[in-house]
């Protein structure tokens, strides 16, 4: 019974999301989903790629600060977990193919902290770079992805914090995340750095 009752949410799901969300987004791809989402904000600037799926209590949105418009991209093929953030003020781009487990936040700003006299939450916000994700990329649980470019076929460990680029086919891990195994070529093993 378990079975026909996900299949018939399947279908709910897809069709909410190919004839409903679709009149809010930039772009939804077909055979794409979006399941019982928190938050859509703005999604005038977000554009899904064909056959994405979007786990549940996801939050995607975009917020600009300035003249230029803020813009997050899903490619083809991407899986989303459960419980993920993802927002912009400027740039977030998920190349094809990326997967996130439950509880990744990923974003391009963070809150202005320069005067220790006025309060945080009165500072507003500022970017610090776009976001790039690589094709094929791995997020793991909980990881926090900031203002970087993570390269193909990467994988990031659970609870990492990215702050600065990591190469293509790497593997990182820690807080901030630093590179500990990369994919040799030659002798085709990954590395231990």
Not at 41 to 69: D, K, M
Not at 138 to 147: K, L, P, Q, R, T
Request: glycine share 8%.
């Amino acid at each position: 019974m378990m079975e026909k009752t996900e299949s018939i949410s399947h279908w709910y799901w897809l069709l909410k999301t190919q004839f409903y969300y679709r009149i809010f987004f930039r772009h939804i791809g077909v055979r794409s989903t979006i399941i019982r989402p928190l938050r859509l904000g703005n999604a005038a600037h977000i554009s899904i790629g064909a056959e994405v799926v979007i786990h549940q209590q996801c939050w995607l949105q975009t917020f600009p600060i300035s003249n230029q418009p803020a813009e997050v991209t899903i490619d083809r093929g991407c899986v989303i977990g459960n419980f993920n953030h993802i927002t912009c003020v400027n740039r977030v781009h998920l190349e094809e193919k990326v997967l996130t487990a439950d509880g990744v936040f990923i974003t391009d700003h963070g809150h202005g902290y320069d005067d220790p006299h006025v309060p945080i939450v009165d500072q507003g916000v500022v970017t610090r770079g776009p976001v790039s994700i690589g094709k094929g990329t791995w997020i793991g649980e909980h990881a926090v992805v900031m203002s970087c470019r993570i390269g193909r076929n990467c994988v990031i460990g659970a609870n990492a914090v990215v702050v600065s680029d990591i190469p293509d086919f790497s593997v990182a891990a820690g807080i901030p995340a630093r590179v500990i195994r990369t994919y040799c070529s030659e002798s085709k093993e990954w590395k231990r750095i």
